[in-house]
């Protein structure tokens, strides 16, 4: 699928490193192409909105080893996290 949006520099916390392995890039792949998880629903209005007026943009998502994972790129597209919520 095509991205919908500049993801800018893409930085992850060493925790979300750790618990995602591999799959990392397979989670960035999804968010850039909405595939926005498990966030909820008024989040993903949200998020849809994001896309047209330029707002931040978050994925939830929950691996297989029951570790949530958020990724959130900033409104200007300078740059896309990756990390733990209770890094937040």
Known sequence: MKPLFPLGQIVATPAAIAAAG????????????GDWGEVDAHDRIE????????FRIMSVYTLSNGVRIWIITEADRSSTCVLLPEEY
């Open 22 to 33: 591999d799959s990392l890039f397979t989670l960035i792949n999804r968010h850039v192409t």
């Open 47 to 54: 998020n849809e909105l994001s896309l047209r007026e330029g």
